[in-house]
């Protein structure tokens, strides 16, 4: 039986951050509950046989989940066990924003069996929170943090952000410092990337905010991987930590080409060597699955051994433990190092990446170069 994953997308917020491009609205609240019919909707109509696929993790991102009602949540849960044969142990996680997740929500969630929360922090100042456009402040995370462990979870992650405008090295170690205080047991930390056409590129292209320097956030980056391995937590993906046992079983099934299956407007899917996303337009996906339509669906790629051996490279590479070449052979019987051979050599010579017995993995360099050694197998 073939192990599958499920993406959720709940695309409603209280308030868009101000470094926010992904596709969710903060003014579309009457959408809500016919979102939510149409969603069940679209996974009842999903066709698949039971008997070929074990889902062994779902879960639920955003926009914001924790914003809407929680009986909308377990609805939709629901309907996947319903549908699907979803694993007794499967890990089912939810995005939660402090301000928007009460005990009620937290308890609702613990009892449909949601078993991981992933809290977003970002910054331990308030000030900083603002600049950003966080609707919380550090309290309130505490207290959701707090709330949380009180209800019965024990797998949380938080999400803290480095590269952020104002922000110095001292704050990121302030920041690395309260939440291992905390000790979650998993800490993702992500580097700002300012997108376009948003409030925060407005602000820096006017000169009215100023980010770290690229060498100040690779310092930053460092200092966070330095920190966290000292407090036990292990480096496992670019910009993931996790104390042994609770890496991300649904990242970690993304990094490993596994198939998934996503629900929702702008939701990705990846089954049957197949890459194909939703439309983003939330009209346009409502009315679509209302009239049994198939439009709103676009095929981005249908996968040849070719393309699934470069993408598997390019995939495992993010991972710190890298490429296992025994790995690779097992799975497409060619060996990488002799399939790929003029691209691993250029990369070696840049001190990108190193070869070892049965890894090919990213150096210190290619982690802070990592776009240049994805380009050598585009």
């Keep these: 039986m073939k192990k599958l994953g499920i993406y959720i997308h709940i695309p409603f917020c209280k308030r868009k951050c101000a470094y926010c ?15 939510i019919e149409t969603l ?18 779902i879960y639920f991102g955003g926009g914001t989940p924790s914003y809407i009602d929680s009986k909308y949540i377990i609805d939709i849960l629901e309907v996947i066990r319903n549908r699907f044969n979803v694993s007794k142990d499967a890990e089912i996680t939810i995005e939660v924003n402090p301000g928007t997740a009460s005990e009620e929500k937290l308890n609702d969630y613990y009892k449909s069996g949601i078993n ?9 100042d308030d000030k900083l929170l603002k600049t950003i456009g966080r609707i919380h402040s550090f309290s309130d ?52 990337i300012v997108e376009e056409g948003t409030p925060i590129e407005e602000k820096i ?15 930053m980056y460092w200092t966070v991987k330095e920190e966290l391995e000292k407090n036990g937590y292990i480096h496992y993906e670019i910009s993931n930590f996790a104390k042994q046992g609770y890496e991300s079983k649904h990242n970690t099934a993304c990094w490993n080409q596994e198939e998934y299956i996503g629900f929702g407007l702008a939701a990705h899917s990846y089954i049957n060597n197949t890459r194909y996303s939703n ?43 890298g490429v296992r070449i025994s ?14 051979r003029e691209e691993l050599n250029k990369l070696v010579t840049q001190e990108l990446i190193e070869i070892e017995e049965d890894n090919i993995k990213l150096t210190k360099k290619g982690i802070d170069l990592a776009n240049l050694v ?3 197998f585009v």
Aim: aromatic content about 10%; hydrophobic content about 35%.
């Design 40 to 57: 069940k909707k679209e996974i009842n109509k999903f066709k698949i046989n039971k008997e070929e696929y074990l889902v062994d993790t």
């Design 205 to 219: 292209n006017k000169k009215e905010l100023f980010i770290p320097t690229e060498i100040l956030e690779r310092k």
């Design 374 to 376: 994805w380009e050598e």
């Design 327 to 340: 790995e690779f052979k097992k799975r497409f019987v060619d060996n990488p190092i002799y399939l790929y």
């Design 279 to 321: 439309t983003e337009n939330i009209e346009e996906y409502i009315r679509c699955i209302k009239c049994d339509e198939d439009d709103y669906k676009t095929i981005h790629e249908v996968q040849s051994k070719e393309d699934k051996m470069k993408e598997y490279m390019l995939l495992a590479l993010r991972k710190i433990e």
């Design 116 to 124: 991981r929360l992933s809290i977003g922090l970002q910054s331990v």
């Design 141 to 192: 995370f505490l207290e959701t943090y707090s709330t949380a462990k009180k209800v019965g979870f024990t797998n949380i992650n938080v999400d803290l952000m480095i590269g952020l405008p104002t922000q110095n090295l001292n704050d990121v170690k302030t920041a690395i410092e309260k939440t291992v205080e905390l000790n979650p047991n998993h800490i993702s930390v992500y580097s700002l």
């Design 21 to 35: 491009d992904f596709v969710s609205f903060s003014n579309k609240q009457n959408l809500v509950e016919e979102y």
